[in-house]
């Protein structure tokens, strides 16, 4: 397959870099860096504009997973301008380019977070539920989701991907609190009661791979593991995995001072079902929280 990928020099953009350079697939990545893309992307090509692509062959993928990183500060008013801008801009540039092609690929698998739900509470929430809408991170995702979505008026089958955070040995959330946990200074995040959806790395890159080989996925998936946890649950486990005490809480109050509004990325949750994903027929390696952090874990 000949596949644009965009956000291919984040965590999970390089991951299938190497996945699909081992499958022999043709890769470019659209970057501000390009000249970085083939030391970071393994097997990838750099483009600094969409139109450099243009006349040549047609691209069978456009996979968009574009965006800075939205819990790396809090959501003052140039923060949240950027944060817009990297996803809901650059869809509505990547998708009009779409349109503009002889022929438009195939498939458009575009990123989206599974903070489109906002703080569902103890609601449980699969792909057919309704989005929140209440905080900055769900209107986000809502809009980042409809300029993806005007895709389909050129024929282009899009798939949406609503993300949990991501558990990788190297970058992302868990690399965040492996440091404290590892000195016996982690804990729950405020009662430590909001549910808190999690997905492998390594299911991330198979999910992504296998939604583009299905020409039936259409629509939104969640991206997460069938099995639910709380905050409390997934720091127990995590201490448990390090051999490590986990006493330290942080209390509601702090977070909330601290962040502001993006502390609902910490103190609400989701209870969610991937319903739709496994109707798919996905196979999870890693669908418990025990078996993952112990794999991600493991002494080289």
């Not at 923060?79 to 801009?89: A, E, T």
């Not at 809408?133 to 979505?149: K, P, Y």
């Not at 024929?155 to 991501?166: F, I, K, S």
């Not at 601290?258 to 196979?283: C, I, K, N």
Request: hydrophobic residues 40%.
């Amino acid at each position: 397959m000949r596949i644009l990928l965009t956000g291919g020099t984040g965590l999970i953009g390089q991951a299938l870099c190497r996945h699909w350079q081992s499958q022999g697939h043709e890769l470019w990545v659209w970057s501000r860096d390009p000249q970085n893309v083939p030391a970071l992307c393994s097997g990838a090509q750099g483009i600094a504009q969409l139109q450099a692509l243009d006349g040549g062959a047609p691209l069978d993928a456009v996979v968009n997973l574009a965006g800075a990183p939205i819990a790396d500060r809090p959501w003052t008013e140039a923060r949240r301008s950027l944060l817009w801008r990297s996803r809901v801009d650059l869809t509505r540039t990547l998708v009009d380019w779409m349109g503009r092609q002889p022929t438009p690929p195939r498939v458009l698998l575009s990123g989206s977070a599974v903070g489109w739900y906002g703080d569902g509470g103890e609601q449980w929430l699969a792909e057919d539920s309704a989005p929140g809408n209440a905080d900055f991170g769900s209107r986000l995702c809502v809009a980042w989701e409809q300029e993806a979505e005007r895709a389909r008026q050129w024929g282009v089958r899009v798939a949406l991907l609503r993300t949990a955070p991501v558990l990788a040995p190297k970058g992302g959330m868990l690399a965040r609190l492996l440091p404290p946990f590892r000195m016996g200074l982690g804990g729950r995040l405020g009662s430590g009661q909001q549910w808190m959806p999690w997905i492998h790395l390594d299911d991330q890159v198979a999910l992504i791979d296998h939604l583009l080989q299905h020409d039936a996925c259409s629509g939104p998936y969640n991206a997460c593991a069938p099995e639910v946890v709380r905050n409390a649950d997934f720091t127990q486990t995590l201490a448990r995995t390090l051999h490590r005490p986990a006493v330290l809480p942080a209390p509601t109050w702090i977070l909330r001072l601290a962040l502001g509004e993006m502390s609902v990325l910490l103190l609400g949750g989701q209870r969610l079902v991937p319903r739709r994903t496994q109707e798919t027929g996905f196979t999870w390696r890693y669908p418990q929280l025990s078996v993952a952090l112990a794999h991600l874990l493991q002494k080289p």
